[in-house]
């Protein structure tokens, strides 16, 4: 077998290599140094918002002091455009929608001191929610005609959808022409030399992270809609799906993990928490969408929390990046802050409350100075660990200063498709990018088994370092969305579920360290680690690294 020590901190360098590569080559138009703050109608109204809820809304930012905090943008979205464009073919807008026409209600949107935003569709025609028959005015083919309009309008921002980008016949296509239609649109509004952030709604198909759309726009969908109507479901395929690309996102081009749904029915008030305090770490644009003249005090209480709101426009610009999955109990996430502190998000998994114990060593730290961000709470110094009562699907979110850094684990390294290792019922190798062999077809009846792993001298719990390949994306929710489930054993004892995210949207992006926590070794060097799913596939493994 091929066996190779390393040390924690070489498999950081790796991780920022092949996985979450630096950030760079931000569209350079001078907008979007932070996350976009502000409205949008969709989770609230769908394609059916009309003038009045535009105007009313716009307001209720006003009045409830959302726009001080920053929500400085009242966008449109679907359902604003006319069906047929005029005879120089510019395009309408819908009279029974917005009777007073769009750059009436962009006057009463800056008269309020709010930018205003626009939506269109880089297809032929735009989005809706009956099936894609009522045929909305698109902008393809018109980008240079429709972003003069836009801008003769004051748009301060574009939200750019992606329905019939093929073909007039075909509402959603999820492997369309994307790059060229939004490159087209982002010249065509560089041209009009009036500042509108571009928004890119392409769904998260084709990776668009790793175009980079970081060139092309100031922020990029990177998933499926949130809602209507939201879920916690929802927000955990989200969460499992910006795993690998927290690195492509910085100042100018930001990874968007969808509108809010604060102030929305479906989600408990510990579940908007904790879905707007990892958003606003995570670095996504805040775009609130509910309707503000009905919205609760205590979902503006949770829109309205500067420190967390100062998580997110953070003159750094770090999101937070996936740190240790403890499955189907909690997750942890951390990322650094422009003052030199980390902030820490720890992610209640189980739909019941209970006391959770965060570990320093999770973010790298024996020890370290810590301000709950929610409450505002000094906590003083927390020496190794921390105990906290959750609220089911609640979060904990702590501002950690003046660390201690803990001692790195250092991993032996097993190969996968290493010739002593024992692969069965359909388990078998591939090569990819003619660099490394990984062994795929691991569940379903498939088995790896890794041979002759050390236990160290006193055997018991050993840390375990996994490198595999996911690319098994998906737009909709399932029992593990974006994410697979990989059963270990040690020695034949009891297998462990280990819940792996995607890695990637391609089945040749590794991911680097998943840590896992498995009981049973033997002291010596005749350990056997074995992995199985009996009813789906796992990821395909790489490497296995023990901490002994």
């Known amino acids: 077998m091929t066996r190779k020590s390393w040390n924690a901190s070489r498999l950081v360098q790796l991780v920022v290599i092949t996985i979450f590569a630096e950030y760079c080559c931000a569209l350079n138009n001078g907008l979007a140094t932070t996350p976009a703050m502000g409205w949008n109608p969709y989770n609230a109204y769908a394609c059916d918002t009309v003038e009045s809820q535009y ?19 009242l ?33 009463f949107v800056h008269d309020l001191g709010l930018k205003f935003g626009v939506y269109s569709d880089g297809g032929y025609f735009a989005c809706d929610t009956v099936g894609g028959t009522a045929h909305f005015l698109g902008s393809l083919g018109f ?38 239609h939004y490159t087209t649109m982002r010249d065509a509004l560089s041209a009009t030399d009036r500042p509108i952030l571009f928004s890119a709604c ?35 395929r989200i969460v499992n799906q910006l795993v690998p690309i927290t690195g492509f996102a910085g100042p100018g081009g930001w990874n968007d993990l969808d509108l809010l749904e604060v102030g929305n029915i479906g989600l408990t008030m510990a579940e908007q928490q904790t879905h707007f305090t990892f958003w606003a770490a995570a670095k996504s644009p805040l775009i609130i969408s509910t309707d503000l003249t009905e919205i609760s005090e205590e979902a503006v209480g949770i829109l309205t929390n500067t420190r967390v709101i100062a998580l997110n426009q953070d003159s750094l610009g770090q999101s937070i990046s996936f740190k240790r999955r403890y499955t189907n109990d909690h997750d942890v996430w951390a990322g650094s802050l422009s ?9 209640e998994m189980q739909n019941s409350p209970r006391a959770i114990t965060f570990n320093l060593s999770d973010v790298g730290y024996a020890s370290a100075t810590a301000i709950n961000v929610i409450t505002g709470a000094s906590l003083g110094t927390l020496e190794n660990s921390y105990t906290s009562t959750f609220d089911a699907h609640g979060s904990l979110v702590l501002k950690l ?27 078998s190798t591939r090569i990819v990018n003619n660099t490394i062999t990984v062994v795929g077809f691991v569940g379903n009846g498939g088995t790896l088994q890794f041979t002759g792993v050390d236990g160290g001298a006193s055997g018991g719990i050993k840390l375990l370092s996994v490198d595999y390949i996911n690319a098994d994306f998906t737009p909709t929710n399932t029992d593990c969305s974006n994410c697979r489930n990989a059963f270990m054993s040690v020695n034949g004892g009891t297998a462990v579920q ?47 690294g023990v901490a002994v």
């Open 339 to 347: 003052d030199g502190s980390m902030v820490a998000v720890v992610i």
């Open 498 to 544: 280990v819940q792996m995210p995607l890695s990637g949207q391609n089945w040749d992006i590794l991911f680097h360290g998943y840590l896992v926590s498995l009981s049973g070794f033997k002291p010596g060097k005749t350990n056997t680690v074995q992995i199985s799913n009996p009813s789906a596939y796992t990821p395909d493994f790489y490497r296995l």
């Open 202 to 236: 392409e769904w998260g198909v084709q990776d668009p992270a790793r175009w980079p759309a970081s060139a092309v726009v100031n922020s990029w969908r990177i998933s499926n809609d949130i809602g209507p109507p939201s879920s916690w479901d929802n927000i955990f």
């Open 401 to 427: 200063s003046n660390p201690v850094i803990a001692p790195q684990p250092t991993f032996t390294f097993y190969d996968a498709a290493a010739s002593g290792n024992v692969l069965a019922g359909g388990a």
């Open 75 to 107: 966008n449109l979205d679907c359902g604003w455009q006319g069906t047929a464009r005029n005879s120089s073919g510019g395009i309408t807008w819908n009279t029974a929608a917005i009777p007073n026409g769009v750059p009436a209600l962009g006057k």
């Open 143 to 180: 980008e240079m005609q429709d972003a003069a309009t836009f801008a003769s309008w004051g748009a301060d921002y574009l939200k750019y959808d992606n329905c019939y980008a093929v073909s007039t016949t075909d509402f959603v296509d999820f492997d369309p022409p994307i790059e060229p």
């Open 55 to 73: 105007h009313s809304n716009a307001q209720a930012l006003v009045d409830l002091g959302l726009d001080s905090l920053g929500y400085e943008y």
